[in-house]
């Protein structure tokens, strides 16, 4: 699907950092060799041997590294499978490391490798070995040629971390604002219980309302238990009956029907989920499996289906193939989300259960403290002893109903954190051997009278171009690939200003803290000791 692609495009973007990484330190490593190197090649190595040995040096490291990172995924993944929760990742018991998934694991780590290693062969390949021994009889000097690709890299890897970080705050500012729309009732302390009786025993609508009519009974005798209820369509709770419906006076055909969640409950369901009735009322003991066939319908319906407001004492009907029932519209309720939050809410039509009860149905059981669901489900075990009685908080199934948008809200922020911290080291490595190749630079700097505020501002100018460039370059990438995201956002926009001026501003706030202690470091620098060392 297209958000698994978009997880494995988050994963390859921080390979690509890691590569980028990888590179930045095997050319300041193949700087700090130049003396080494130079000698080889004075006593007959030829570019090409140097460019092998710094592949095969690579591929050494890659396949440790893979090898330990394999050994720590092995015993990691089921630490992290058995805490992650239920209601965000169901059966995540049942993850486990494959073969297959090492293997490539493996392959993916010595294939960074070869690709990291490719710059500084590249350049050994083309060595010039005048210039490498002036510049090794040069104590600390810098060798250009090398250190030119390293800025690319460095503002590369603040482009990639850009993307990634973009991605991670809108799904993480849409998961918020997901979790703040309204329900459309009070979830609060509300025990939801599926109830499925074998058809068998229960074949005839009556029996059907008088099994969980006994159930009603049951529950509603435990001390603690404020109302419950039965509906077969409970709201955010995995299941929805949805059928066509007419209204009387219209031909039964498909330009005339609109889709409605069809759900039978009992007459404390509204009060039991406490939502609002905004015209008429709601099912009294006088609808009855013998009483005048009647509905109740949310404000969605009553709108799309009859645009001039007129929806009380008119009649409508759902499921023709179980007779041509027409039933009168005696209350309007408040609209309620159904399947998922993000989701506008559907028409509904509600129908009293003793008229046309359902072959499975949720109890729904307000509770005036937690602590009551115990008493709750050993009620009903008594009752029944062959009843399976899997008791679930309404709210925890309402979380469970954006298990996908919370997923990718905190693995893409697993993603934009690690990409963040990838990018700093990076920077900071950066940084460092760039003041160690020109601290002698420094050293007379200060000796012939620089300030320790322009010395600070030379190393933390240096970092503020990398970081802009990869600024600049990262956002005008992210803002169009933000727009891959869309199916997966709730209430913003790919192209949020606000989102990225915080994405700004928390690069520039973790360049400076990167950068901050080495422009200190660089202004101490004694100019005396290093020039006599020098």
């Known amino acids: 699907s297209t958000s698994l692609l978009l997880l494995l495009g988050a994963v390859g973007l921080i390979l690509l950092i890691v590569c980028f ?22 006593l007959g190595a030829t570019p090409a041997r140097l460019a092998r040995v710094v592949i095969a040096e690579s591929l050494s490291l890659a396949l440790l590294g893979g090898l330990l990172g ?73 060798n250009t040629g090398i250190a030119k690709w390293q800025s690319p890299l460095v503002s590369g890897q ?23 729309v309204p329900a459309g009732f009070n979830a609060d302390d509300v025990l939801a219980l599926r109830l499925s009786p074998p058809i068998t025993r229960y074949e005839t609508n009556d029996e059907l309302f008088r099994y969980y009519d006994d159930m009603l009974k049951v529950v509603q005798a435990v001390p603690g238990v404020a109302s419950a209820a ?124 003793e008229q046309m009860p359902w072959f499975f149905s949720t109890l729904l059981v307000r509770l005036d403290r937690p602590a009551v669901a115990n008493a709750v489900t050993a009620a009903l075990r008594a009752h029944d002893n062959t009843l399976p009685v899997l008791a679930t908080s309404l709210r925890e199934n309402i979380a469970q109903s954006s298990t996908t948008s919370r997923l990718y809200a905190y693995l ?47 190393l933390l100018g240096r970092a503020g171009r990398l970081t802009g460039i990869g600024l600049g370059i990262g956002t005008a990438f992210a803002i169009p690939a933000s727009y891959l995201l869309r199916g997966s956002l709730y209430g913003i926009a790919p192209s949020d200003p606000i989102t990225y001026v915080l994405l700004i501003g928390l690069i520039a706030m973790v360049t400076t803290l990167t950068a901050l202690p080495l422009a200190y470091r660089a202004s101490r620098i004694p100019p005396a000791t290093v020039l006599q060392s020098s």
């Not at 603040?158 to 918020?176: D, E, F, I, N, Y």
């Not at 020109?438 to 505020?453: D, F, N, V, Y």
Request: with cysteine; charged share 15%; proline share 7%.
């Open 230 to 353: 039965i509906n077969a369509s409970a709201p955010l709770n995995g299941i929805t009956l949805s059928y066509p419906s007419w209204r009387q006076g219209t031909t039964t055909d498909a330009d005339n029907a609109l889709e409605a969640v069809y759900a039978p409950i009992s007459d404390d369901f509204f009060k039991t989920l406490q939502i609002p009735v905004h015209a008429g009322r709601t099912f009294t003991e006088h609808d009855r499996a013998d009483g005048a066939p009647v509905c109740v319908v949310n404000e969605t319906y009553a709108r799309r289906m009859f645009p001039d407001g007129n929806a009380i004492g008119q009649s409508v009907m759902i499921l023709p193939w179980m007779g041509p029932v027409y039933r009168e519209i005696v209350g309007i309720v408040g609209d309620t989300k159904q399947t998922l939050l993000s989701e506008p809410p559907p028409p509904q039509i509600y129908v009293p259960d």
């Open 21 to 42: 990484n990888l590179a930045n330190l095997l050319l300041s490593r193949c700087i700090a060799r130049v003396g080494e190197l130079s000698v080889r090649l004075a």
């Open 158 to 180: 603040v482009a990639l971390t850009v993307t990634v970080l973009a991605a991670a705050m809108l799904l993480m500012q849409s998961l918020v604002r997901l979790n703040q």
């Open 70 to 142: 394999s050994v720590i995924a092995a015993l990691a993944l089921p630490v992290i499978a058995n805490r992650i929760p239920p209601v965000l990742l169901p059966r995540a018991h049942e993850v486990a490391l494959s073969p297959a998934a090492l293997g490539v694991g493996l392959a993916a780590a010595l294939l960074s490798a070869l690709l990291c290693s490719c710059l500084p062969a590249w350049y050994l390949a083309r060595a010039n070995i005048n210039q490498w021994l002036k510049d090794s009889s040069a104590r600390g000097a810098t």
């Open 412 to 458: 893409f922020t697993g993603f934009a954190g690690l990409a963040l911290g990838l990018s700093a080291f990076g920077l900071h490595a950066s940084l460092r051997f760039s003041l160690e190749q020109r601290i002698k630079e420094i050293a007379i700097r200060i000796a012939l009278g620089a300030s320790p505020t322009s010395i600070r501002q030379l």
